[in-house]
């Protein structure tokens, strides 16, 4: 099967700090739902907690990684610099209205390329955009889009278009910042990436409040391997195929630095739970399950409603 197109983002996964704050700015305020709580495969002492729509659907996943010793980070070039959500166009005053209610601080109403945003910052700093949107609801539903602060654009414009079928959809200036526009076809969730270019100097530092990478769907595992083929052969440097349990993931760097993945549609997140109570009891890969007592009790406590 030929790599095809890549519809657009499957999950992105940040860098937090003290994992009851996330989750009750995610799940609280954002009105997520936590859909898995397990560990981080690599240091399984920290949890991996997602969060996305009802059904864990691909495009609406966005995860941590509460590493609380890290300290905070600074997104800069070669980094991913922000995340945005659709909002309801029908919805977008109203959360205005209960954002402030809530004491909850956001900036703007902004508008770019025709849309209007705000930016809320989460408990860990981290810009979160929800950008009004021609889709129905009342909250915010699935990725808009991912800002990437490169030096020289180029080159990943170069990787969306000629790999991933993307089209340049805009350019605009805010700031004196110039901001490029890229869209997958079909045009659904998350299927936009804005590239900043910015040479300020000085660079971006790993920690809380960052985004640690990008993932883009494949909808199969066929189609996964025609993409590590592909990018292989155009020189990147790519990963054998991971199993995270609920996806299947490869990874490579883009050419400004921002670790990208492609990351598989199946099994997807009641592979391991059902689909009603996903996200409340502490999951473990089958390696890990012998070593659950020691895990348990080194993890903090998160306190997660019914
Ligand atoms: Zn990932």
Same mark, same amino acid.
């Given at each position: 099967?030929?790599?095809?197109?890549?519809?657009?983002?499957?999950?992105?996964?940040?860098?937090?700090?003290?994992?009851?704050?996330?989750? /009750?700015?995610?799940?609280?305020? $954002?009105?997520?739902? #936590?859909?898995?709580?397990?560990?981080?495969? /690599?240091?399984?002492? !920290?949890?991996?907690?997602?969060?996305?729509?009802?059904?864990?659907?691909?495009? !609406?996943?966005?995860?941590?990684?509460?590493?609380?010793?890290?300290?905070?980070?600074?997104?800069?070039?070669?980094?991913?610099?922000?995340?945005?959500?659709? #909002?309801?166009?029908?919805?977008?005053?109203?959360?205005?209205?209960?954002?402030?209610?809530?004491?909850?601080?956001?900036?703007?109403?902004?508008?770019?390329?025709?849309?209007?945003?705000? !930016?809320? @910052?989460?408990?860990?700093?981290?810009?979160?955009?929800?950008?009004?949107?021609?889709?129905?609801?009342?909250?915010?539903?699935?990725?808009?889009?991912?800002?990437?602060?490169?030096?020289?654009?180029?080159?990943?414009?170069?990787?969306?278009?000629?790999?991933?079928?993307?089209?340049?959809?805009?350019?605009?200036?805010? &700031?004196?910042?110039?901001? $490029?526009?890229?869209?997958?076809? &079909?045009?659904?969730?998350?299927?936009?990436?804005?590239?900043?270019?910015?040479?300020?100097?000085?660079?971006?530092?790993?920690?809380?409040?960052?985004?640690?990478?990008?993932?883009?769907?494949?909808?199969?595992? =066929?189609?996964?391997?025609?993409?590590? =083929?592909?990018?292989?052969?155009?020189?990147?440097?790519?990963?054998?195929?991971?199993?995270?349990?609920?996806?299947?993931?490869?990874?490579?760097?883009?050419?400004?630095?921002?670790?990208?993945?492609?990351?598989?549609?199946?099994?997807?997140?009641?592979?391991?739970?059902?689909?009603?109570?996903?996200?409340?009891?502490?999951?473990?890969?089958?390696?890990?399950?012998?070593?659950?007592?020691?895990?348990?009790?080194?993890?903090?406590?998160? @306190?997660?409603?019914?």
């Amino acid at each position: 099967m030929p790599a095809g197109l890549i519809p657009g983002l499957h999950h992105v996964t940040s860098i937090c700090g003290a994992p009851q704050e996330n989750y /009750d700015f995610y799940a609280g305020c $954002l009105g997520q739902r #936590l859909v898995k709580k397990t560990v981080n495969f /690599d240091a399984p002492d !920290t949890y991996h907690l997602y969060y996305g729509d009802e059904a864990g659907t691909p495009g !609406t996943i966005m995860t941590f990684f509460p590493f609380t010793d890290a300290g905070p980070g600074r997104a800069g070039p070669g980094m991913a610099s922000a995340v945005a959500w659709r #909002l309801p166009k029908a919805a977008f005053d109203d959360w205005m209205l209960k954002l402030a209610e809530e004491a909850q601080d956001f900036e703007g109403p902004a508008e770019r390329f025709g849309e209007r945003f705000i !930016t809320l @910052r989460d408990p860990d700093g981290a810009p979160v955009e929800l950008i009004e949107s021609d889709i129905d609801g009342d909250a915010p539903d699935g990725f808009h889009s991912v800002t990437l602060w490169e030096r020289n654009p180029e080159p990943t414009a170069r990787l969306l278009v000629d790999h991933f079928g993307f089209a340049q959809t805009g350019t605009e200036t805010h &700031g004196g910042v110039e901001r $490029l526009r890229f869209t997958a076809e &079909g045009g659904g969730r998350g299927s936009v990436i804005d590239i900043v270019r910015s040479d300020a100097p000085g660079s971006g530092r790993n920690g809380t409040g960052t985004v640690h990478h990008v993932a883009f769907r494949a909808e199969t595992d =066929e189609v996964q391997a025609a993409w590590r =083929e592909r990018l292989s052969a155009a020189g990147f440097d790519v990963t054998p195929v991971i199993d995270r349990q609920y996806f299947n993931a490869i990874y490579f760097r883009e050419p400004g630095g921002v670790l990208f993945e492609i990351a598989t549609d199946p099994p997807g997140f009641a592979a391991d739970e059902p689909a009603e109570t996903m996200g409340r009891a502490l999951m473990l890969p089958p390696r890990y399950e012998a070593m659950r007592d020691r895990i348990e009790r080194m993890l903090p406590a998160l @306190r997660v409603p019914e």
